[in-house]
């Protein structure tokens, strides 16, 4: 399979505060990259989908203004959750697609944020 | 909008049993199936994909698919306690960039 990472694992953060979460694809170029929020005991919530060099496509009901998402190489995607509120605090993922991994999406191990 | 079905569960099948999960879809015009499994806590990781009628088998699973029935199922041989965890199956239509994902189903196997 295609590896991909997030950084970081698990981030605590206050109310107000700004927070950055990488996505990278570690062994191919995702030309694809989708991030996904997913409350306790819940399904997966596509958040948005974002292609390298284009403006990510929001699912509706994602605030595209709080949830920024940049997808500047083949290799990596930013999702930034600005002036972030406990009902924020989530499991964030994401995935990737693309290259030699062709259409199959590759998860990164999540990031788990907690607004206090 | 196109929807993915599983029944949530929890299925709980004894240990050495197999397991059989199901999931129908919505869109005639799907071209791609996976599975997923979540365990609780951590992120989905992909078992398996299909794309064409009939079976496909990689060790212990099995994944079968069925257009004309808008049908695709997972088989679990041999089940072991550590496959206890939450089964995703997804969906991609032609046309669509993304996955559709059903809500998962829990499998339970108990020694």
């Known amino acids: 399979g295609a590896v991909v990472s997030q950084h970081p694992s698990w981030v605590i953060c206050k109310s107000g505060t700004s927070v950055k979460i990488e996505c990278r694809s570690l062994d191919f170029q995702a030309t694809t990259m989708f991030w996904y929020r997913q409350f306790p005991k819940q399904s997966l919530m596509l958040m948005a989908t974002?292609?390298?060099?284009?403006?990510?496509?929001?699912e509706q009901g994602v605030e595209k203004d709080k949830f920024l998402i940049n997808h500047a190489s083949l290799t990596l995607s930013t999702l930034t959750v600005t002036s972030a509120h406990p009902e924020d605090s989530s499991f964030y993922i994401c995935?990737?697609?693309?290259?030699?991994?062709?259409?199959?999406?590759?998860f990164g191990p999540g990031t788990r944020l907690l607004v206090l | 909008q196109k929807e993915v079905e599983q029944n949530s569960g929890p299925l709980s099948v004894p240990e050495g049993a197999i397991a059989s999960l199901n999931c129908t879809y919505s869109?005639?015009?799907?071209?791609?199936f996976f599975w997923y499994r979540q365990y609780s806590g951590k992120s989905p990781e992909l078992i398996m994909s299909i794309y064409s009628n009939g079976d496909k088998e990689d060790g212990r699973f099995t994944a079968q698919l069925n257009k004309a029935s808008q049908y695709v199922s997972l088989l679990i041989r041999d089940s072991q306690p550590s496959d206890s965890a939450t089964y995703l199956c997804a969906v991609r239509s032609g046309g669509y960039n993304k996955l559709i994902f059903g809500a998962g189903t829990r499998l339970a196997v108990h020694p």
């Open positions: 995935s990737a697609r693309g290259g030699r991994a062709g259409e199959t999406q590759y």
């Open positions: 869109d005639r015009v799907s071209q791609s």
């Open positions: 974002s292609n390298e060099g284009s403006k990510a496509t929001y």
